[in-house]
């Protein structure tokens, strides 16, 4: 499905029961709706399941870079709105994750949880330019140049070497992305600093690392743990950054009890 939500259109779907509660689901950088094909399956008979393809991402439209938090989160929102879903869960991987620590601090009152996955709060100054390197590559030598680094930090080594079908998939993702959706994402995470406001989410929350993640490492997933109250952490051994994707059976189990357990 595709509507017109904060000044662009926007693809997006929606499966489970109508009357069930309802988790958003927000994608990696480089992805689409797609990459969350298993947690959709294991989530659609108990919950109903929004998923969209992000501004600049997959067949949502790519208006142009720059990008800020602050246009990201209303369009979520405005998702929300369009759908009239007043309150809901909500699930984000990596930028996903980003925007849920924005959505948490700003919109707090429109959600009933939050589950951010390999994340992180702050980006270091010293990290800033590979930012603007990785864009710069992008717009001078198209998206395949990206592949081979961001695999190298997606996934762990034995899923680059044992998985070839995942591989071959995150590899997809990565080509099909829009050169001017990525440059905008790059820019809005290369500023993101919200640390110190951490402790003005009252939300319950989940917090999920894979233990091989050098992108938004255990470290990251630790601060954000402790700066928001009663938040629970969990690592996940033997996968990096997609871990929803390389170990869905023990990412999906963790988000199916994190979720039975809320109001």
């Known amino acids: 499905m595709q509507a017109t939500v904060n000044g ?8 489970g029961p109508d009357s069930a509660p309802t988790v958003i689901l927000h994608h990696p950088l480089a992805t689409d709706l797609t990459i969350w094909d298993e947690l959709t399956a294991a989530l659609a008979p108990r919950y109903r399941v929004v998923r969209f393809d992000a501004r600049g991402q997959g067949a949502s439209e790519a208006t142009k870079a720059p990008y800020a938090f602050d246009t990201l989160t209303a369009d979520v929102v405005q998702l929300m709105d369009h759908l009239g879903l007043a309150r809901v ?16 601090l700003t919109h707090p009152q429109r959600f009933a949880s939050l589950t951010l996955c390999s994340t992180s709060s702050r980006i270091p100054d010293e990290a800033k330019p590979l930012w603007e ?3 710069k590559a992008a717009r001078e030598k198209g998206m395949a140049a990206q592949v081979d680094l961001t695999l190298s930090r997606w996934l762990a080594s034995a899923s680059l070497q044992g998985k070839p079908a995942l ?24 500023d993101l600093n919200v640390t110190e406001r951490l402790k003005g989410i009252p939300l319950p929350t989940l917090v999920i690392v894979g233990a091989e993640d050098p992108s938004t490492p255990p470290a990251a997933a630790q601060v954000i743990h402790r700066e928001i109250a009663g938040s ?29 357990r809320q109001p």
């Open 133 to 135: 390197e990785r864009v």
């Open 89 to 104: 869960h909500y699930l984000g991987l990596s930028m996903g994750g980003m925007v849920g620590q924005h959505l948490g």
């Open 232 to 260: 629970e952490l969990i690592e996940v051994p033997g996968v990096s950054h997609q871990l929803h994707v390389e170990d869905s059976a023990t990412f999906n189990r963790h988000v199916l009890d994190f979720l039975s």
């Open 8 to 15: 662009f259109r926007m693809n997006f779907a929606v499966e």
């Open 167 to 190: 591989v071959a998939r995150m590899r997809r993702y990565i080509e099909a992305t829009p050169v001017e959706g990525y440059a905008g994402w790059c820019g809005a995470i290369r």
